[in-house]
């Protein structure tokens, strides 16, 4: 068996935390990160919320303190893709309604991108935006 070279802890300075973190129960009491395994929402690989990546998370971002990881690193990636096309779409979307209306292609690849992000995000889906692409749809 072969050992990790990485700490499975690191020092904590939550004097480096978000102003809301500051206000949170933990900064009188978090003196390290430890590695925190999970489970991946989407994929159910194990996985592991390193210690080196909360303290990078925590103090260098400046994310919450409560944030906890939920997708594995491919998972994590494959839905910043999708956020980051669901934002062109968009983008194309408010200089182009017109025209895109009539797009089966455009709407129905806008319409996909939004039911597979559902696939990697636990809360809820813009129901609002697929009826509205459905019925769009529906009229070309």
Same mark, same amino acid.
């Given at each position: 068996?072969?050992?990790? !070279?990485?700490? =499975?802890?690191?020092?904590?300075?939550?004097? +480096?935390?978000? #102003?809301?973190?500051?206000?949170?129960?933990?900064? /009188?009491?978090? *003196? $390290?990160?430890?590695?925190?395994?999970?489970? %991946? &929402?989407? %994929?159910?690989?194990?996985?592991?919320?390193?210690?080196?990546? +909360?303290?990078?998370?925590?103090e260098?971002?400046?994310?919450?303190?409560?944030q906890?990881?939920?997708? %594995? +690193?491919? %998972?994590?990636? #494959?839905?910043?893709?999708?956020?980051?096309?669901?934002? @062109?779409? $968009? #983008?194309q979307?408010?200089?182009?309604?017109? +025209?895109?209306?009539? @797009? #089966? =292609?455009?709407? /129905?690849? &806008? !319409? @996909?991108?939004?039911?597979a992000? $559902?696939?990697?995000?636990?809360y809820?889906?813009?129901?609002?935006?697929?009826?509205? *692409?459905?019925? *769009?749809?529906?009229?070309?």
């Amino acid at each position: 068996m072969i050992k990790s !070279l990485r700490p =499975t802890s690191v020092p904590a300075n939550p004097e +480096q935390w978000s #102003e809301k973190s500051k206000q949170s129960v933990a900064f /009188g009491f978090r *003196l $390290e990160y430890k590695d925190k395994p999970y489970n %991946c &929402w989407h %994929c159910h690989a194990d996985s592991v919320f390193t210690a080196q990546d +909360q303290k990078y998370t925590f103090e260098i971002l400046r994310a919450s303190i409560t944030q906890n990881r939920i997708l %594995c +690193q491919p %998972c994590w990636t #494959e839905s910043n893709r999708i956020r980051a096309s669901l934002r @062109d779409c $968009e #983008e194309q979307w408010s200089l182009s309604k017109r +025209q895109l209306q009539a @797009d #089966e =292609t455009f709407l /129905g690849r &806008w !319409l @996909d991108l939004l039911v597979a992000l $559902e696939k990697y995000v636990p809360y809820k889906p813009d129901t609002a935006k697929k009826n509205m *692409l459905s019925r *769009l749809l529906s009229k070309v």
